[in-house]
């Protein structure tokens, strides 16, 4: 059974720093994309960033480019998401996500059909 844990999150001021992790199991790890997603209240989900299997491919949403960071260490079964300049728009419910096949190498998609295993999420919330 593919389980993601996410934690890392928390409150922050902004212009302030987090790292979140994601946690795999139930799977080979190492031949997964994995991605991470956000969604405000109200608002519907965004993806952030995704790596290939290895780390080779990294992909950012224009929103979040030289602020965040995500890096996988495949013999810990984790991926990272470490967040920098953190800003109030930042507020968000953060959730890891994989597909449900091994990803071909050095591609991660930014399409949220491709994914279909999913965390419970980690909150973070950034105050001005």
């Not at 999150?9 to 991470?36: D, I, M, N, P």
């Not at 965004?46 to 965040?68: I, M, P």
């Not at 079964?77 to 930042?90: I, Q, S």
Request: aromatic letters at 12%; a neutral charge; proline letters at 2%.
């Amino acid at each position: 059974q593919v389980q993601l844990a996410e934690s890392g999150g928390g409150s922050v001021q902004a212009g302030g720093s987090l790292k979140l992790s994601c946690v795999g199991s139930g799977f080979t790890f190492h031949k997964r994309f994995v991605a991470w997603f956000r969604q405000a209240p109200g608002e519907s989900r965004e993806w952030v960033a995704c790596t290939s299997r290895y780390g080779e491919t990294l992909k950012y949403a224009d929103s979040v480019k030289d602020r965040f960071t995500i890096s996988r260490d495949n013999a810990k079964n984790t991926v990272y998401l470490h967040m920098t300049r953190l800003a109030p728009e930042d507020t968000s419910m953060y959730y890891c996500a994989t597909t449900s096949r091994d990803g071909r190498l050095n591609f991660c998609s930014e399409e949220e059909p491709e994914y279909e295993s999913w965390g419970q999420g980690t909150q973070v919330t950034v105050s001005s």
